[in-house]
């Protein structure tokens, strides 16, 4: 579905607002920094700069949401539950915030639903919205590694370079803290390296 620059603004004030009230305020400012880079990788990549600052405010507005509100939320996108996700439910939170997305504020932009949705592991195939956000989240300036030199390094990359780069970093950091790895996540690596 297509929507009207005054439209997505409108949208994005009300989840916004939504937001400020339902996330710390850390969340909140990581949020915003999230939405803040998504435009300008848009804006780097000739892709609607509103659109991707929306899908930023959106991402994380189910992080603090209980378990049990959250897998009931899941449940409508009929998509299986991984083994990490049953483990750790508050992963759940890109998936609850897409059903939440179209329910509670009448949205339907699949190319954003599915950024959303998949922002946490990321996922083969995915659309550019979908590579934006994935990106913005791991490399918005609030984040500890992420220096001006990175960032002008990082952003003179295609956008497939550019997120090659962000998941061997970060699949990098979760094998060395041992952390489980999503298949997803190494799925969508393999991909992106081969395209």
Not at 48 to 72: N, R, T
Not at 90 to 99: E, K, T, V, Y
Not at 134 to 159: C, M, N, Q, V
């Amino acid at each position: 579905m297509e929507y009207s620059g005054d439209q997505i603004l409108l949208l994005t004030e009300k989840v916004r607002a939504y937001l400020f009230n339902v996330v710390s305020e850390n969340r909140y400012a990581h949020s915003v920094r999230t939405a803040q880079m998504a435009k300008k990788l848009c804006s780097l990549y000739s892709m609607d700069q509103d659109l991707g600052y929306f899908s930023g405010i959106a991402h994380d507005m189910c992080k603090k949401l209980e378990d049990k509100k959250m897998l009931a939320l899941v449940k409508k996108d009929k998509k299986p539950l991984s083994e990490l996700e049953k483990e750790k439910p508050s992963l759940l939170h890109g998936r609850a915030a897409a059903i939440m997305l179209e329910e509670k504020f009448d949205f339907h932009d699949q190319r954003i639903l599915e950024a959303v949705a998949v922002h946490t592991f990321g996922m083969e195939g995915m659309n550019d919205y979908s590579k934006v956000l994935f990106i913005a989240d791991k490399i918005e300036p609030g984040r500890e590694h992420i220096t001006k030199e990175y960032l002008e390094e990082s952003l003179s990359l295609s956008l497939n370079r550019l997120l090659e780069k962000v998941l061997y970093e970060n699949l990098s950091f979760l094998e060395r803290n041992g952390k489980k790895i999503a298949p997803e996540s190494v799925k969508l690596y393999e991909w992106v390296k081969r395209i």
